[in-house]
């Protein structure tokens, strides 16, 4: 399973924190990768990044204000977004998916709302 | 990037009735394409990935056809349950989603 956790509310220009843990699987299992998902209100959903064997892999869009990183010791991994906007406003998934070649996501958190706003 | 694009935008179906769902991508991404069902206030389930292969616990009614830059997903005999949006990805270069086809009953 896993579980999203972080604040609800973000200002405009700062930097978005959300964590996810992970029960069941092993984080550094070579056979999957953890990945961040975001649905904006009423929008599609969107890939935000995924980490693999400890390497991130981001969208173009958005690498420039990510980082992501996986912690061993509690199971779990952490997406950072930086500057963030009203266009950031969105539910935030983080979601299980396979090795480099097998990136589709059979295991997904229930989701967690991060709203931009001062 | 590759633009992935689904139609119709929303399908009207009857219970029992047949469902065809399009998707297609700006360049081929040859059998890396996942298909998804997402129901209000809940995380997308995985239905198809490889273009065809049904995931763990999908009812036998999803198939998923297609290659290269074509694919459709046809629901048999349309369930209650099976309303909701379903979102194609590719995952051949990077990951990106459709915007969504949305199945109304």
């Known amino acids: 399973q896993l579980q999203e956790s972080g604040p609800g509310l973000v200002k405009p220009s700062e930097t978005l924190s959300l964590t996810c843990s992970v029960s069941?699987?092993?984080?550094?299992?070579?056979?999957?990768?953890w990945g961040w998902v975001r649905q904006a209100p009423g929008k599609g959903l969107e890939w935000i990044g995924s980490v693999y064997s400890g390497r991130p892999y981001a969208t173009p869009s958005l690498r420039s204000r990510i980082a992501m990183s996986v912690d061993t010791s509690n199971n779990q991994f952490s997406l950072k977004l930086k500057s963030v906007t009203a266009a950031d406003t969105a539910v935030y998934y983080c979601?299980?998916?396979?090795?480099?070649?097998?990136?589709?996501?059979?295991?997904w958190g229930r989701g967690a709302l991060v709203s931009v706003s001062s | 990037e590759i633009v992935m694009t689904q139609s119709p935008a929303t399908l009207s179906v009857s219970p029992g009735e047949r469902a065809t769902l399009s998707c297609r991508a700006s360049q081929g991404v040859s059998s890396n394409l996942a298909w998804y069902h997402q129901k209000p206030g809940q995380a997308p389930r995985l239905l198809i990935y490889?273009?065809?292969t049904r995931a763990t616990g999908v009812p036998a009614r999803f198939t998923g056809s297609g290659s290269g830059t074509e694919f459709t997903l046809t629901i048999s005999s349309l369930q209650s349950e099976d309303f909701g949006l379903y979102y194609c990805q590719q995952y051949n270069n990077w990951q990106t989603f459709g915007q969504g086809t949305k199945v109304e009953i």
């Open positions: 979601a299980r998916s396979g090795g480099l070649a097998d990136w589709y996501f059979d295991l």
């Open positions: 069941g699987d092993s984080i550094t299992s070579s056979r999957y990768s």
């Open positions: 490889g273009a065809s």
